[in-house]
């Protein structure tokens, strides 16, 4: 965790579900469950690269079903390799399902970006900050903005100021920056709180009034 | 830029102020948080930490949206 606070309520939510029982069972029943796994897996792919599929539009030979059925097999193999770390505190379904999610989600969006090229450039925030500008409703904005346009300048390593950019401002996905950098989501996660906490701090500190989000 | 892209553009450059999971924490939790969310309704009361990442991380909060919206909908039928 980023930072110390609980990150459950104490209450479990108690799975209803038995078709964990027959994947720890073994045989035949065991068989025909694992069957039955990988075919949710696979209709959670394909849902997901369905919604997904705008996305993809501009990419030339790409088989939906065929991404659709890798996203699905990586998932039931990292189900079934964590078949004992589920711990009843969501429906069975629930927890295989989120598996197949994330995987067809990270393969549409490193398709789509594919040919895309991620160009690091501190210098796009210009195009955000110059823009603020504007009537004297957006003066304080403005000026907000363009306080934290000065500090990312100046408060933030290089490392921290490319990755805020890229994920904020660019709009590059974590997953497909992660790629490029030879890095992992949680790390350029943890690159992007630290440069956001800093912000905050160097704004406190300069006297700008922060709300928090909702 | 209008005054609520302004406003968007801070959110996105600060991300939330409260403290927040971490990415592989958000994947560990999700089904909990989703399941909470859906059956229960009190996630976000229950599991702050989790939401305030939501709110900071565009792709964990674009899993979540995909994972509320299949159990939420159901699966299509085989």
Redesign the interface.
């Known amino acids: 965790?980023?930072?110390?606070?609980?990150?459950?309520?104490e209450a479990?939510?108690t799975s209803r579900d038995d078709l964990l029982e027959r994947l720890r069972a073994t045989g035949g029943r065991h068989d025909a469950a694992t069957r039955e796994l990988h075919?949710?897996l696979l209709?959670?792919a394909?849902?997901?690269i369905g919604?997904r599929s705008a996305a993809l539009a501009h990419v030339h030979g790409e088989d939906p079903e065929d991404l659709a059925l890798q996203a699905a097999d990586d998932a039931f193999v990292a189900v079934m390799a964590k078949l004992d770390q589920f711990r009843g505190?969501?429906?069975f379904?629930?927890?295989a399902?989120?598996f197949a999610?994330?995987e067809a989600?990270v393969r549409v969006?490193r398709r789509a970006w594919q040919h895309r090229e991620v160009v690091l450039d501190p210098e796009s925030w210009l195009t955000?900050a110059d823009?603020?500008a504007?009537p004297q409703?957006?003066h304080d904005?403005?000026e907000?903005?363009g306080a934290?346009r000065s500090m990312?300048d100046t408060k933030l390593t290089a490392r921290q100021r490319e990755v805020?950019i890229a994920?904020?401002?660019q709009g590059v996905?974590?997953?497909v920056l992660a790629e490029r950098l030879d890095s992992s989501?949680?790390a350029l996660?943890?690159t992007?709180?630290d440069a956001?906490r800093k912000?905050?701090l160097e704004?406190a500190a300069a006297g700008h009034e922060?709300e928090?989000?909702? | 830029m209008t005054r609520h892209e302004s406003n968007q553009a801070v959110d996105r450059l600060l991300g939330p102020a409260e403290p927040e999971a971490t990415c592989d924490e958000c994947f560990e939790l999700l089904d909990v948080y989703v399941d909470r969310e859906v059956l229960q309704g009190d996630a976000e009361q229950a599991m702050p930490a989790l939401a305030a990442h939501l709110r900071g991380c565009p792709a964990c909060a674009e899993d979540h949206e995909s994972l509320r919206t299949f159990v939420t909908t159901g699966p299509p039928a085989a």
């Open positions: 965790m980023l930072d110390s606070v609980p990150m459950t309520a479990p939510i075919a949710m209709r959670a394909r849902y997901e919604r505190e969501s429906r379904s629930t927890w399902y989120k999610l994330y989600a969006r955000v823009g603020s504007g409703g957006r904005q403005a907000l903005l934290i990312i805020l994920l904020t401002i996905p974590i997953d989501r949680g996660y943890k992007l709180h956001r912000l905050r704004l922060l928090a989000t909702t």
